[in-house]
């Protein structure tokens, strides 16, 4: 039975060969039901692509079970596709653990117009509510102070950073999107920030990728996917709840937070049946970017105070410029970093060399494409691989290590490089949207700490080990105890 089932494989698999539309772009035949799934590695599939391209070209295709999915990889494919045909790569793919979660609604997952609407507003409610009353910068500068003063109760103990790391960092996107912060001792907030990191730990292990290729059988079954999942479920219904208890005295004049001001755009479109303001984009494009604005930027912080851990004199060179610029008293400033190019180009290179995103959030083509000689039929899942650009031998001096150089210039200066693509495509239609407040975030709470503290680990430097624990849709970085000492 066995050898029928493997010769009807075979031959399934040779006349889908011979099948498929001939202009697809190139790559490994796919299998009867499983697809691509013995090419990819499920626990980092960002290194078989990379490898797939040295093998098939910068633009190939795999197959997710029976569906295919166009890979892009090098600089120039990717600059090609998402901003010169940005419109019709514009489009954001029907991921099986995003759909799961959002129910297709909200600014992350939308695409067309709807999209265009929630991303227009996103941006523009962010900017009011940051920029405006209360400046987004002040408002990071005192969660860091908060976070310094929570460090230093830690004394001469080893601790575990990352609770804290993900408290602050979520207090401020907290505060433009529920108009307030929360105590780093509320257990009910902690099991809220639970819930982003159960989420982000399965999307980003392997059993998270199988779950993509196969959402229905995955649902019947038991699993930790269902904790992960129904996590974020819930987490919308609070969402929700919170919106309709704020109806009671909602001041359309003067709307106090992201929430309020979308509710005040639904009251504005109530009698037009199709409006994007309703409360199903409301609470998911909520839920991305209190997810989005809390895992990526603490994750990255976490790596930071790992790999001053590890290389103890790039932390001394930090120290001895935020003294040298900033002083021991006064808080850190965003106009600060023109004038500190080592700390500006230690940032760059963690996220360059941390790679978070290395596929991206994959997108979709809005209609049947044709690129480099091929023709994408529309809807087809694209993946932009950021991490051919971020690692490029030909694009960086050192691709492999971690080294401040990739962003220093022979005189010092921070020497900026196109292919930094952390944040996805600078001119491309998608580019993350928290970029801004997640670069001042990240330099304003490093130079805050290292302002006060030297970081130490619980082994010495050479033994710490810096590779992130999970490396599928995300490379998540490590946990662990470290000492934070009080400088002099
Ligand atoms: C999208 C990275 C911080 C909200 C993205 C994308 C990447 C990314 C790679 C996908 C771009 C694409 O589809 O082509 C990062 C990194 C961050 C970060 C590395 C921090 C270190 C943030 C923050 C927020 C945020 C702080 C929220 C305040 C979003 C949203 C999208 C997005 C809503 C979807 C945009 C859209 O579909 O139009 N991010 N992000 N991100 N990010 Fe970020």
Not at 329 to 347: F, K
């Amino acid at each position: 039975l066995l050898l029928s089932l493997l010769f009807l494989a075979l031959l399934w698999r040779s006349r889908s060969k011979q099948s498929q539309p001939s202009r697809l772009p190139p790559g490994p035949a796919p299998w009867p039901f499983v697809g691509s799934l013995l090419h990819v590695d499920l626990k980092q599939p960002y290194r078989s692509y990379l490898k797939l391209s040295q093998q098939y070209g910068p633009v190939f295709t795999v197959w997710l079970g029976s569906k295919p999915v166009v890979v892009l990889s090098g600089y120039r494919t990717l600059r090609d596709a998402f901003v010169s045909q940005g419109e019709e790569f514009s489009g954001r793919a029907n991921y099986p653990i995003l759909q799961k979660v959002t129910d297709g609604y909200g600014v992350l997952v939308s695409s067309g117009d709807r999209w265009k609407e929630l991303r227009r507003f996103s941006i523009m409610t962010l900017k009011n509510f940051g920029m405006g009353r209360r400046s987004i910068e002040e408002r990071i500068q005192e969660e860091a102070k908060c976070l310094v003063n929570a460090f230093a109760e830690h004394g001469d103990s080893a601790f575990n950073p990352k609770f804290l790391l993900c408290n602050a960092v979520s207090n401020v996107v907290c505060s433009i999107v529920f108009g307030k912060r929360f105590d780093y001792h509320d257990s009910q907030f902690k099991s809220l920030l639970n819930v982003i990191d159960n989420y982000f730990t399965f999307l980003s292990s392997s059993r998270g990728q199988l779950y993509n290729m196969f959402p229905r059988v995955f649902e019947r079954l038991p699993g930790p996917h269902h904790l992960a999942l129904g996590g974020v479920r819930r987490l919308r219904e609070l969402i929700r709840e919170e919106a309709l208890r704020r109806l009671g005295d909602l001041n359309a004049d003067e709307p106090r937070d992201y929430i309020e001001a979308f509710l005040v755009k639904m009251q504005e479109e109530k009698h037009n049946p199709n409006s994007t303001f309703n409360y199903d984009n409301l609470t998911s494009s909520v839920w991305n970017l209190f997810s989005a604005g809390t895992e990526t930027t603490s994750s990255t912080l976490r790596h930071t105070l790992l790999l001053m851990q590890k290389y103890p004199n790039v932390q001394a060179r930090i120290q001895k410029e935020i003294d040298e610029v900033i002083g021991p008293l006064r808080s850190p400033t965003a106009q600060d970093r023109q004038n500190m190019p080592y700390t500006d180009a230690v940032v760059h290179e963690i996220q360059r060399s941390l790679d978070l995103s290395p596929t991206s959030v994959p997108h979709k083509v809005l209609k049947d494409t044709e690129f480099k000689g091929y023709t994408i039929p529309q809807g087809t899942m694209v993946i932009p691989l950021l991490s051919s650009v971020l690692s490029d031998p030909e694009l960086w001096k050192h691709p492999d290590t971690f080294d401040p150089e990739n962003f220093l210039d022979e005189k010092g200066s921070f020497k900026k490089n196109d292919a930094f693509l952390a944040f996805g495509l600078d001119s491309g239609k998608r580019v993350c949207l928290g970029e801004g407040l997640a670069r001042m975030e990240l330099f304003l709470f490093f130079t805050s700490l290292l302002q006060k503290f030297t970081f130490t680990g619980t082994e010495p430097p050479e033994q710490i080990e810096t590779n992130p624990q999970y490396c599928s849709f995300g490379r998540m970085p490590r946990t662990y105890q470290c000492y934070a000492r009080l400088r002099a």
